[in-house]
């Protein structure tokens, strides 16, 4: 068993156009500032956008009788359509011999939503990214070749003989407003490092002098509200997390297959 990766985003690009004089800070502090705000707006926006690399061993899931769970008894007569759940939890009519489905015949279930396939294994082999693509959150091969292996020894090393594996980086491909907003964020730790003016909340509630009332926001509560105080990062949170999920959305039922995945 390999080790678990690392809590946190992976690989994410952002946009460091709007951080000003950033030839002036080290290559150090910039990374500094990127892992950061990559980090506090990943936990921010429930941890939905690409994840650090995991590898998977998958088992096949091809088109076969019977697939998913049909609600006329089987071997007695029925309607010329018989209604079923079929791998992706969708309700179909099925009105052929055998199991019915609009997915490509040769797939493979991932089990959640793929931002980025990095390489896929088939008897120890790298396959060409030209031969598969992902189908909502099936793996498909497309190039004519053999079919997925349908079961495998997850206890044998994927560089073996009827292995199959697939390196992915879990969740959502990050969208080009996350790449803004993760820089705007990463430019106020920068500014905070460098003991600069920043965008940062301050611990201040209140202030008044010469007949000016200064107002600032807690940390503490910017916090417990799931947003950071910078309106324009914000703005992205409140876009693509609304109600301050900690983690993505799932369905749960008796009726969804579980996906033939084992993480090694």
Same mark, same amino acid.
């Given at each position: 068993m390999t080790t678990p990766p690392p809590p946190g985003p992976c690989s994410w690009t952002i946009d460091t156009g709007c951080i000003p004089n950033l030839a002036d800070y080290s290559a150090e502090d910039i990374e500094r500032a990127t892992v950061w705000a990559t980090f506090i707006l990943d936990g921010l926006t429930g941890h939905q956008f690409g994840q650090c690399p995991v590898t998977v061993r998958p088992c096949g899931d091809g088109c076969r009788a019977a697939s998913g769970y049909q609600t006329w008894?089987? %071997?007695? &007569? %029925?309607?010329?359509? =018989?209604? /079923? #759940?079929?791998? =992706?939890?969708?309700w179909r009519n099925c009105m052929c %011999?055998?199991?019915?489905s609009c997915l490509p015949a040769c797939r493979a279930l991932l089990g959640?939503? $793929?931002a980025e396939i990095t390489e896929v294994k088939v008897n120890g082999l790298v396959l060409d990214p030209s031969a598969y693509v992902m189908v909502g959150q099936h793996l498909a091969r497309v190039d004519g070749g053999?079919?997925? &292996?349908?079961?495998q020894d997850p206890a044998v090393p994927d560089t073996e003989d009827g292995t199959f594996s697939v390196t992915l980086? &879990?969740?959502r491909l990050l969208p080009r407003a996350g790449e803004i907003a993760a820089g705007a964020l990463a430019a106020e730790f920068l500014k905070a490092c460098a003991g600069a003016a920043c965008g940062l909340p301050a611990q201040v509630a209140s202030l008044s002098r010469q007949g000016v009332? $200064?107002?600032? $926001?807690?940390?503490t509560d910017v916090l417990t509200? %799931?947003? =950071?105080? #910078?309106?324009? $990062?914000d703005l992205f949170v409140r876009a693509v997390n609304p109600s301050g999920l900690q983690r993505r959305s799932r369905v749960l039922s008796p009726d969804l297959p579980k996906a033939p995945?084992? /993480?090694g």
């Open positions: 008894p089987a %071997g007695t &007569p %029925g309607p010329w359509m =018989t209604p /079923y #759940i079929g791998s =992706t939890g969708a %011999g055998g199991g019915c959640a939503p $793929v053999e079919c997925w &292996p349908s079961c980086q &879990p969740g009332d $200064v107002e600032f $926001v807690s940390p509200d %799931g947003l =950071t105080g #910078i309106r324009d $990062v995945v084992n /993480y």
